[in-house]
Every structure is written in structure tokens, then in C-alpha cells.
């Protein structure tokens, strides 16, 4: 258990980047731009021992899978896509009425997806990444997913079919991102790239940011929860196990000016978590990521949770509302014990898609807007140049730009 001070000392944000993989990513980026198709091949019986026949899972495919899924599963991915398609749909940004200075919106093109599929496929990416491109109205989608051994997940397809993703394609890692990045025979170059992935997607994405669009670079899952004196201990155990089985370096952090009810937090993960079956991976997580924060005030409470700037803040407190306004970096608030992270991740509307490892200092979760641009249209009256000129043409003398000046110089005369 830390105190604020101590904690402020030894935490610091962790960089997610493993730059030792920099010379294997690049050559694969390489190797993909170079010999496309045949490189993905290759790379995937190199890294996921299984020869692909095809790279492209058919649509056919898609739908019998959304056929073959049981009924509860079927209903709970058209319910969290319903969910997703409403908040998106609320904060999608509006087209500004034509004036003389305005802004026109446009939708990308097409846009690449990554969906996770080692340990835990992550259907619930797909839903959280392409609803989202759909309500933009992105012209196509595409989704690329490691391959296994006995087929892509199902569920994954289904989802797929669900969101009427345009192709879907069996190809994982550095190479996936590639592909997406500089096109291949099979797989079309796109316009932006999005979705988690392992430190070789991770680092492929920032080596083809410039060439392509990014979202983020994803690093760990984190949670941040901070509780009081009438916290239900065993809710909060349950959101600490919940983000620590994702990974072994995911993070936990639980904040609170009561230590007793620290203690009583973590004695309850001491006992679930042997009755997890991803046990080991929550075990390995929380002796090398947890973090106890005992705080001396609200104050300081809120100064730890700034400072981390974690993916995930969960207030689970009694006075719980009046901490959205005080909290100032994070990728999303979960205000209250019944809005627990988890219910987040699947259904309850906005993107699951955070930034981590304290980027939300600066940027934000994915949204419908990232799969927007806008254009700046300027089209002025003869009147509002005349205004506007003068100063232009002094900042232009300025610069020593002549041409500049002259454009807008004789322009002016011509309205005397």
C-alpha cells in the first residue's frame, strides 16, 4: 500500500512501446509492401503455424456463423450493437449550415479494423469499432483477425455479418497492419487503421502513421477505482479481477482515504481469484501492477487519479457524481456501483476503445468522429474581403511573401 507521496515517486507512466521489435516490424512491413500476398502467406505459417488456402473469409461464411451461434449470444450482440449505433449517433458531430465561413464533414472512404483473436477473441472489438465507422457512413469496412487453428471464432463472424462488414480477413500482427497500411494484391489499402492489438501491432501502427490514420497506440488495459467507507468490497474485487485477466501487464489502481477498506478489498480478490480460470494470469498481473493508494483527502484523491490518467475510472464512492467534474484526464468515467467497467466494454454505448498508459492527457476514446473529416470552406462576399484584406496583406509584407501581398493587393484595389 502506497501513500500519495510515495506512490507520486515511484509511479510513473510506462512506456507500452517494446523497441527491440523495431528492426523485426519494420522488415515485416517491408517484406509485406514488397512481396504482398505471398509475404502474409508466409508470415502466417512463420507466427501462427497454419498455411492459409485464402486470406479472405467469405460472406457466406459470416452469415452461417450468425445462424449457427445460439440464440442468447445473437441477441446479446444486436442489443449491444443497438446500444452502440444510439450514443453514437448522439454525439456525431452536425453538419454546420453554408455560410461564408463554415465547415463541411465528410466520411473516410475506408477504414481497416483490428479485432484481437489470441487468448480472448474480442468480439466485443468488432462491434465497438465498425458500429461506429457505419453510423459515420463509412463507404467500407474491413475487418482483419489473426488466424486459428480451427477457424476464426464464430462469434466474431457473427459479428461481422451483424454490422454488415464488407471483408473480413485472416491475417494477425505487424503484417496485418501492413497490409492495411500499403494495400496487397487481396487486401486494398485503406484510409485509417483502428483497434487494439499486441506490442507488433502496436509498434507497426506507429511506424505507418503518416502513410496511413491511426487511432492510438493501445498498450495495457487499466482500471482505476476509487471507493469509500460504503464500497460493496466484493463488487470492486470483481472489477480488479476483471481487468487483470486481460493480460498479465494490465493495471490496477484502487484509491481511497479509507485503509481499512483497502484491506478489505484486496483480502476479497485473495479469494476469488483462485476460482478464476484465468487465474494465472490475474495473479501475474496483480504482483507486478496493482497499486493501493491510501489518500489523505479528496483532494489528493482526485490529484492521484489526474496524474495516472488511466483508461478506465471507476467512482464507486457515496458522493460518486461529484467527482465527473473534478476528474480531467481519463478515457471514460464510471460513475456509481452500477455502472462497473465491464458493462463498458459491452453494451452500454459508447467505444471501448480508450486511450492507455496516461494518453488520455491528451486524446480520447474512439468515437463515430474518428471516422470523420472535415473540410474549411471559405467563400466570401466582395464586402467581407474588403474587410479582412488590409490586415492580411500587412502580415504578408511581413513575412516578405510577395506574391502573397500582391494576391490579395490588387484584389483589394479592383474593390475601390
Known amino acids: 500500500m502506497y501513500t500519495t507521496n510515495t506512490f507520486k515517486e515511484i509511479y510513473a507512466t510506462k512506456n507500452d512501446i517494446d523497441w527491440t521489435l523495431l528492426d523485426s516490424v519494420q522488415s515485416i512491413i517491408k517484406e509485406v509492401q514488397q512481396n504482398g500476398d505471398q509475404a502474409l502467406f508466409d508470415y502466417s505459417k512463420k507466427f501462427d503455424s497454419i498455411e492459409l488456402a485464402e486470406l479472405e473469409i467469405p460472406s457466406s461464411s459470416l452469415k452461417h456463423a450468425y445462424q449457427s451461434i445460439n440464440n442468447d449470444l445473437r441477441t446479446s450482440l444486436v442489443t449491444a450493437k443497438t446500444n452502440i449505433e444510439k450514443y453514437q449517433k448522439s454525439i456525431k458531430w452536425k453538419q454546420s449550415e453554408a455560410s461564408e465561413l463554415y465547415q463541411k464533414i465528410h466520411p473516410l472512404n475506408r477504414v481497416g479494423i483490428y479485432v484481437p483473436g489470441g487468448t ?11 458500429v461506429l465507422a457505419n453510423v459515420a457512413g463509412v463507404n467500407e469496412t474491413i475487418v482483419v483477425t489473426p488466424p486459428q487453428t480451427d477457424g476464426v471464432q464464430q462469434a466474431i463472424l457473427a459479428a461481422c455479418h451483424i454490422v454488415n462488414v464488407d471483408h473480413v480477413y485472416q491475417i494477425g500482427g505487424a503484417q496485418a497492419i501492413a497490409a492495411l497500411a500499403y494495400g496487397t494484391e487481396t487486401i486494398p489499402k485503406v484510409d485509417k487503421i483502428v483497434g487494439p492489438g499486441n506490442q507488433y501491432v502496436a509498434l507497426a501502427k506507429k511506424l505507418v502513421y503518416g502513410d496511413v490514420g491511426i487511432d492510438s497506440i493501445a ?43 483497502l484491506h478489505e478489498i484486496m483480502a476479497e480478490v485473495d479469494k476469488k ?8 494470469i490475474i495473479s501475474k498481473s496483480l504482483k507486478s501492477h496493482h497499486y493501493s493508494v491510501h489518500t489523505a483527502s479528496k483532494k489528493e484523491t482526485v490529484e492521484v487519479v489526474n496524474l495516472i490518467a488511466g483508461e478506465h475510472i471507476s467512482i464507486q464512492t457515496k458522493d460518486a457524481e461529484s467527482y465527473v467534474d473534478l476528474i480531467t484526464t481519463g478515457g ?44 474549411s470552406v471559405i467563400n466570401l462576399k ?17 513575412e516578405a511573401l510577395q506574391a502573397h501581398h500582391d494576391s490579395l493587393y490588387f484584389r483589394l484595389e479592383d474593390t475601390k
Open 332 to 375: 471514460a468515467l464510471f460513475i456509481g456501483p452500477y455502472s462497473p467497467e465491464a458493462i463498458g466494454d459491452y453494451v452500454a454505448g459508447p467505444s471501448h476503445v480508450l486511450p492507455t498508459g496516461g494518453n488520455a492527457r491528451f486524446s480520447n476514446g474512439l468515437s463515430v468522429n474518428d471516422f470523420l473529416r472535415t473540410n
Open 273 to 280: 481469484v483462485g476460482s478464476q480460470p484465468r487465474s494465472a
Open 120 to 130: 480472448a477473441p474480442l468480439v466485443s472489438t468488432v462491434l465497438m469499432t465498425t
Open 382 to 398: 466582395p464586402s467581407t474581403f474588403t474587410e479582412m484584406a488590409p490586415s492580411g496583406i500587412r502580415l504578408a509584407k511581413e
Open 219 to 261: 498498450g495495457p488495459s487499466e482500471i482505476v477505482v476509487v471507493v469509500d467507507d460504503a464500497s460493496r468490497a466484493d463488487w470492486v474485487a470483481y472489477d480488479l479481477l476483471a481487468q487483470a485477466e486481460h493480460d498479465v501487464q494490465a493495471r490496477t489502481f484502487l484509491i481511497s482515504e479509507n485503509k481499512d477498506k
